[in-house]
Each structure stands twice: as C-alpha cells, then as structure tokens.
C-alpha cells in the first residue's frame, strides 16, 4: 500500500526531507545545512555533490526515524532553490565547477554591459524577466569562459546544464534523465515565455550550446524513477517546480487573483494570473507558475530585499529587541509610529522599485518617538513594500486580488498580519502548516500518480490558521501610503 508522499525541500541554506501522508500531513522530516562558499566579495557557491549527498542522506534519515518502508512511498517530488547553475560532465557525471548561487553577483559587469548595449527590452520581451545576475543564463556563461577546457567540452556536445533540480533527478536516475520543469526554465534567461521553449536567439547571445540543456516538461508527470541503491526501490520521480511557485500551489491559489508572500529572510509575492502572460509595467517580472498535462498557468512575481532581516536588524544592530518574537508585542504598545517611516533598503530597493543605489533610512525622528515607534515602524515597512507589489501587480494584471496567504517565519507576527490586511485592503489568510514549499511538490508529485484525484481534493487539505481582515478607513490608508511614498523618494535620493 501505498501510503506516502516523499518531498524534497532542496533549499538554499538547506537540504530536507518531508514526508507527507495521505491527509497532507507531516509524518517524517530530516535536515541537513549546506556547506556555502563565498571565495570573493559579491560570489556565492556551493558545492553539487553537498546538495546530492545530503539531499539523499535526509531522505534516509527521514525514512528510518519513522520506520517507513521506501515501498510505502507513491512517489518523490522536489522543489528548489531556483537560478543555481551546475554544469557538469556528460560522460563522468562530474560537476566541472560549483554550483553558482542564485544571490551570487559575478556577472553584474557584463549584465551592465547587456544593458548599455540595449539588450534589455528584447530580453525581458521574450523571457519576462529584467537583466540581472540573478538569473542563470549569464552564470553558464561564466562557467564556460572560465573554467578551463569548458568551451571546448561544450561545443562537442560533453557538458550537460541543470538547476538543482535537474541535477538531483540526473544523479537519482544515475544520469538517465536529463530533464527540468517550465518553472524553472522559466528563470534560466534562456526560455522564452511567449514560445514556451528555449530561445535560439538567446543562446546565440549567450554563446551556450543548445545540447547542453534539459528537456523541458511539466511540473507534475513521472520523468523516471530513483535507482533502488538510494533509497532502497523504486520511486517515481513526478514533479520538479521552483521553490516559489511550489509554494503558491501549496497554498492552494489555484485560480487567477489568487497570491501568496511568503516573509523569510527577504519576501516572495507570487499571484496567479491564469493562463494569461502578463508583461509587468511595473517593476515586476512574470514567470510560470506551473505546468500540468501540457497546460501552462503564469504568475507575476516580485521580490522584496528584505524581510525578516529588517527585524534581524532591530535585533543584531540596534539591539532594541531581543528576539523576533518581541517586535509583536513591542509594536502593539504604541497606537502608531508617531509619522515615522522606516525603510529597510539596506541592499537597496527590490520589486518594484529595483534601485540598487536607495538606503535605509529611519525619517520623522521627534523628542517623543521611543524604540516601540521604531519597531512599530519597521514591522509597517514590510507591509508597505509588499502594497507596492500588489498594487503593481493589480495594475499590471487588471485584477483585484481576492485573497492574499501569507508564510514563512515572519508570518507569525500578528501585528503585521493584521497590518498588512489593512494597508494592502485584502483579507490576509495564514495557514497552518509552514511548510508550505515542500508541500506544493508533494501535491504536484501525488496528482501524477493518482495519490490524490484532483486538486479540488486538495483545496479542502489547506487549513487556515488565523485569516486577518482589513479595519482601515480609505483615508487613513491613503494617507499612510502617500507618507510611505515620500519617504522612499527620501531613501532613494540619499546615495545619488
Ligand atoms: P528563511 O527561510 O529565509 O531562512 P524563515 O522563514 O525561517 O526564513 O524566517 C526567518 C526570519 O523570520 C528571521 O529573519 C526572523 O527574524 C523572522 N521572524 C521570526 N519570528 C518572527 C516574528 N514573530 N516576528 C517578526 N519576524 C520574525
């Protein structure tokens, strides 16, 4: 009998195991954190064989905590940290470098470059995406003008791309399957989004050669099956998807104007907008959300710099709270900021601003502000930003957002919950389960092999939390945004 969904979280700062049953719930979870490489200012590795040994030691371990019988598993499903770039031998099975991280800024230089030779609009036309360093076309790039023998290799055919995902079902086919999804070939810079392939162009562009590439398929269908020396038999392999989107299917907002943000270090707002592509005029970039049975589904997505660390900050560097968890009930002693405006552009500005130039700034200091303003104030500033995408994304999409579900580990302050649903005027709903990422390829992996029916089956498994409804009058938010507004133009100008 089959009775479980193994999924793999293989993250960024680490790889895990989950395993899921029937109900969607956790049985079983092992993790393990990554060994990270920074050899430069500004680069970021990390090693493939670290990702591939500790992805299969968690699920090991996850295994035998729970005394589960590989037998039992319907199939494996992944989600991924997405952009990091392996290349590796196609004869050996050997990376020829790390893997480059999706926040490693290497290529900046000649991502300028593109620019000013006026790349842009073609680029972001035919992938949706704006130039940065961020995604992995420039980063295969990198690794074949560098790493010696590289082009040679790859012009005969020898080198093989993939993103972790694509490695990790490489390694567990035992180099059978050389595949990836249209998620995350959706962020290679390579896949045009109107055509739904590879670009020709691009790769011209790029100098990278096509026989490098996986194939693309769909976010949930069996690609192959794990050699049985891993973990013990067969196991289908029936959904590889992008960490991102994996969590916007995990929260069941299966329709269009549906949208989660999930507040980790930095935030994620993904919404649904069904089977239209919509090119941002906002500062956003459009990507796919998922594919299933050949049919495509397309999100809008902005990034937001920061997030937990703007409460980490209070934390490490002004020291006015201990831990996170204060900044909830230091924010709630004060009735407002007092008119301070609190912005964390540490980085600079992401989504939809993407000014790498603004600055943080603390603005409208008086005799009577205290530390609970402060905190008070940089809790507001994350659901601030977050206006600025939806509104972005509302505008651009032509939809009004029906319901946002807010994740990860800032989510658990209430205070901004409740903040966000009135600045953003939508009803905020948080669900129960934090795993959220893991549990959208677990769903995508038990659909293909008939595990669940359908995904009305699996609406009715995401339970909620707590749901946060907008009490704020028009006026006052109104006000409150206009104030927010003048302050970015402040933090924006301050390095000019
Ligand atoms: P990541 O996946 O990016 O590592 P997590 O989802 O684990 O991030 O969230 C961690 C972040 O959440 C930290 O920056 C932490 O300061 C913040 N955080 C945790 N609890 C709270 C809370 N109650 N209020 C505000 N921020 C919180």
Same mark, same amino acid.
């Given at each position: *009998?089959?009775?479980?969904?193994?999924?793999?979280?293989a993250?960024?700062?680490?790889?895990?195991?989950?395993?899921f049953d029937?109900?969607? &719930?956790?049985?079983?979870?092992?993790q393990?954190?990554?060994?990270?490489?920074?050899?430069?200012?500004?680069?970021?590795?990390?090693?493939?064989?670290?990702?591939w040994?500790?992805?299969?030691?968690?699920?090991?371990?996850?295994?035998?905590?729970k005394?589960? &019988?590989?037998?039992?598993?319907?199939?494996?499903?992944?989600?991924? =940290?997405?952009?990091t770039? +392996?290349?590796?031998?196609?004869?050996?099975?050997?990376?020829i470098?790390?893997? +480059?991280?999706?926040q490693?800024?290497?290529?900046?230089?000649?991502?300028?470059?593109?620019?000013?030779?006026?790349?842009?609009?073609?680029?972001?036309?035919?992938?949706?995406?704006?130039?940065?360093?961020?995604?992995s076309?420039?980063?295969?790039?990198?690794?074949?003008?560098?790493?010696?023998?590289?082009?040679?290799?790859?012009?005969?055919?020898?080198?093989?791309?993939?993103?972790?995902?694509?490695?990790l079902?490489?390694?567990?086919?035992?180099g059978?399957?050389?595949?990836?999804?249209?998620?995350?070939?959706?962020?290679? *810079?390579?896949?045009?989004?109107n055509?739904?392939?590879?670009d020709?162009?691009?790769?011209?562009?790029?100098?990278?050669?096509?026989?490098?590439?996986?194939?693309?398929?769909?976010s949930?269908?069996?690609?192959?099956?794990s050699?049985?020396?891993y973990?013990?038999?067969? +196991?289908?392999?029936?959904?590889?998807i992008?960490?991102?989107?994996?969590?916007?299917?995990?929260?069941?907002?299966?329709?269009?104007?549906?949208?989660?943000?999930?507040?980790?270090?930095?935030?994620?707002?993904?919404m649904?907008?069904?089977?239209?592509?919509?090119?941002?005029?906002?500062?956003?970039?459009?990507?796919?959300?998922?594919?299933i049975?050949?049919?495509?589904?397309y999100?809008?997505?902005?990034? +937001?710099?920061?997030?937990?660390?703007?409460i980490?900050?209070?934390?490490?560097?002004?020291?006015?709270i201990? =831990?996170?968890d !204060?900044?909830?009930?230091?924010?709630?002693?004060?009735?407002?900021?007092?008119?301070?405006?609190?912005?964390?552009?540490?980085t600079?500005?992401g989504?939809?601003y993407?000014?790498?130039?603004?600055?943080?700034?603390?603005?409208?200091?008086?005799?009577?502000?205290?530390?609970?303003?402060?905190?008070?104030a940089?809790?507001?500033?994350?659901?601030?930003?977050?206006?600025?995408?939806?509104?972005?994304?509302?505008?651009?999409?032509?939809?009004?957002?029906?319901?946002?579900?807010?994740?990860?580990?800032?989510?658990k302050?209430?205070?901004?919950?409740?903040?966000?649903?009135?600045?953003? &005027?939508?009803?905020?709903?948080?669900?129960?389960?934090?795993?959220?990422?893991?549990?959208?390829?677990?769903y995508?992996?038990?659909?293909?092999?008939?595990?669940?029916?359908?995904?009305?089956?699996?609406?009715?498994?995401?339970?909620?939390?707590?749901?946060?409804?907008?009490?704020? !009058?028009?006026?006052?938010?109104?006000?409150k945004?206009?104030?927010?507004?003048?302050?970015?133009?402040?933090?924006?100008?301050?390095?000019?």
């Amino acid at each position: *009998m089959k009775k479980y969904i193994m999924a793999f979280d293989a993250g960024t700062t680490s790889a895990r195991t989950i395993i899921f049953d029937k109900n969607a &719930d956790i049985v079983s979870m092992a993790q393990r954190d990554l060994i990270k490489h920074f050899p430069k200012p500004g680069y970021v590795e990390e090693e493939p064989e670290d990702l591939w040994s500790k992805q299969i030691g968690t699920a090991v371990e996850a295994m035998i905590k729970k005394d589960i &019988d590989p037998k039992e598993i319907a199939a494996i499903g992944i989600s991924n =940290q997405r952009e990091t770039t +392996i290349v590796w031998d196609k004869n050996t099975g050997d990376p020829i470098y790390n893997a +480059i991280v999706w926040q490693c800024k290497r290529t900046a230089d000649y991502c300028e470059e593109l620019k000013n030779k006026g790349y842009g609009k073609m680029i972001e036309d035919k992938t949706g995406l704006v130039i940065d360093p961020y995604f992995s076309a420039t980063k295969i790039r990198w690794i074949l003008e560098n790493v010696e023998g590289a082009r040679e290799k790859a012009e005969k055919g020898e080198l093989l791309f993939g993103t972790v995902e694509s490695y990790l079902i490489y390694k567990l086919t035992d180099g059978e399957v050389h595949i990836t999804d249209y998620t995350n070939a959706s962020r290679t *810079m390579l896949f045009n989004i109107n055509e739904n392939k590879w670009d020709d162009e691009l790769l011209e562009l790029f100098k990278i050669p096509k026989s490098m590439l996986p194939e693309i398929r769909n976010s949930s269908e069996v690609y192959g099956h794990s050699k049985s020396k891993y973990l013990g038999c067969e +196991i289908p392999i029936s959904s590889a998807i992008g960490d991102q989107q994996s969590s916007l299917f995990g929260t069941a907002s299966f329709e269009r104007g549906l949208a989660k943000a999930t507040y980790g270090t930095g935030a994620f707002i993904l919404m649904n907008t069904g089977k239209e592509l919509v090119q941002s005029k906002n500062g956003l970039v459009s990507t796919i959300a998922w594919a299933i049975d050949g049919k495509i589904t397309y999100a809008l997505e902005g990034s +937001i710099f920061e997030a937990g660390s703007a409460i980490d900050f209070l934390r490490d560097n002004l020291r006015i709270i201990d =831990q996170a968890d !204060d900044s909830e009930y230091m924010a709630s002693k004060v009735n407002d900021t007092e008119d301070v405006y609190f912005i964390p552009a540490f980085t600079g500005l992401g989504a939809p601003y993407w000014d790498q130039y603004a600055r943080g700034a603390i603005i409208g200091l008086t005799a009577s502000v205290s530390k609970y303003h402060i905190v008070r104030a940089a809790l507001e500033s994350l659901a601030y930003l977050s206006a600025d995408v939806i509104n972005a994304m509302e505008e651009d999409s032509n939809t009004k957002l029906k319901s946002l579900k807010a994740d990860g580990g800032v989510s658990k302050n209430n205070f901004l919950m409740s903040f966000l649903s009135d600045i953003v &005027d939508v009803e905020v709903k948080r669900p129960k389960l934090v795993e959220l990422t893991a549990l959208g390829a677990c769903y995508m992996a038990g659909l293909s092999v008939g595990f669940w029916k359908d995904k009305e089956e699996l609406r009715e498994k995401t339970d909620v939390d707590r749901v946060f409804i907008s009490e704020m !009058d028009e006026e006052t938010r109104n006000k409150k945004m206009k104030r927010w507004h003048e302050a970015i133009e402040y933090s924006k100008n301050w390095a000019k």
